[in-house]
């Protein structure tokens, strides 16, 4: 095929530089002086016309690349060096609570959304066991898809009802303030800093974090990772403890936990510091790695929903705290009648522990 190209492209540049007097054959006796000069005119021509453009690229150039393999990082994914930032010690606090769920209809709490006819909702698409595409049906699936199904069949009578938006874990909250989804379903952690961002539902999972390796590793606790790599996803809570718990370590800082999992099948990466929940996901997807050692730290999820601008009108308030107030009759509902056990031993049965569903947490209101 290359050879092809060439010949048609010098044959159009030699019948360029002849402006058609080519076709005459008395000037294509075989004479040797002639034919030299032949050759030699074709050699000109095909350099002129297909010599191959052999510079490198400069976004190629600029790509990172791990200094240790050569194998650019994932895309999105960058190192920071071991000491550049120290981490702070994590102090007990008191998490303010939800509100709780009243007496109205769906319709009366959140009447444009019901108008509406359907849920936008944001979640990652690659978090397996949490919400991700199954390869065998092409559907979205997970612990996190099947709650959004139980929170629209609440709504509208029809769990489909739902049109899910793909979110990155770096973006989950700058998301929620474009008014592009409803709500966040995507392994979002109740943090006093996030409180004052987002408004949280009561949660809806418990999780420890913990560490993902190899199973050749030596790795079997944070404090091991000196002189090693953790990966995180850039912007997580593990960013922090990773500098609290093993200051010699550098750590990557992914865009997902997929491209984490990558890096430490290329060997950029010793270790994924993060939730059981997904490195539960992780540890199916490739066989020969393990979670190990103790929790480092123990969160919860929560459905994450925008809280009200300051000029916001009345009834913008309003159905801002009705959202809040009928999700949380889902959870609600769904430990009442058994449906949050059967999510969790569907998904997790086998793999993670659990005492059940956490504790509900309201924050006091008016009149109480």
């Known amino acids: 095929m290359i050879s092809r190209v060439i010949h048609h492209r010098a044959s159009r540049c030699h019948a360029s530089r002849c402006h058609g007097s080519c076709s005459d054959t ?28 052999f510079t490198p690229r400069n976004d190629a150039l600029s790509i990172p690349r791990d200094s240790a393999t050569g194998i650019p990082l994932p895309a999105g994914a960058r190192v920071e060096k071991a000491g550049t930032r120290q981490g702070t010690e994590v102090e007990e606090y008191a998490l303010r609570g939800s509100l709780k769920p009243d007496g109205r209809t769906a319709a009366e709490r959140i009447p444009s959304i019901v108008e509406r006819g359907y849920l936008i909702v944001g979640i990652q698409q690659s978090q397996n066991l949490l919400s991700f595409r199954d390869a065998t049906t092409g559907q979205l699936s997970g612990f996190e898809v099947d709650l959004a199904h139980e929170i629209a069949e609440d709504i509208f009578g029809d ?31 109740i943090t006093p800093e996030r409180q004052q961002e987002v408004e949280f539902s009561t949660p809806y999972l418990s999780t420890n974090t913990r560490l993902l390796v190899n199973r050749n590793s030596e790795v079997n606790r944070l404090e091991d990772l000196a002189s090693r790599t953790v990966c995180v996803t850039d912007n997580s809570t593990g960013i922090n403890l990773a500098r609290l718990h093993s200051p010699k370590a550098d750590i990557l800082k992914a865009v997902t936990w997929a491209d984490c999992l990558y890096a430490m099948q290329h060997n950029q990466a010793d270790a994924i510091l993060v939730d059981d929940v997904i490195l539960s996901g992780l540890e199916i997807q490739d066989p020969y790695t393990e979670i190990v050692g103790p929790a480092v730290d123990s969160d919860i999820y929560g459905v994450g929903m925008p809280k009200p601008a300051r000029s916001a009108h009345a009834d913008e308030i309003a159905e801002a705290e009705g959202l809040v107030r009928q999700v949380n009759s889902t959870l609600e509902r769904i430990r009442t009648d058994g449906t949050w056990w059967e999510l969790f031993r569907h998904w997790f049965a086998g793999r993670l522990p659990t005492a059940g569903p956490p504790p509900l947490h309201y924050r006091p209101e008016d009149g109480e």
């Open 26 to 53: 008395n000037h294509y006796r075989f004479r040797p002086l002639r034919l030299v000069a032949a050759l030699t005119a074709l050699g000109l021509v095909l350099s002129a016309c297909a010599v191959p453009d």
């Open 159 to 189: 769990r489909n009802a739902v049109d899910f938006r793909f979110v990155e874990s770096q973006h989950r909250v700058h998301t929620l303030s474009t008014g592009k989804v409803d709500f966040l379903l995507s392994t979002l952690t």
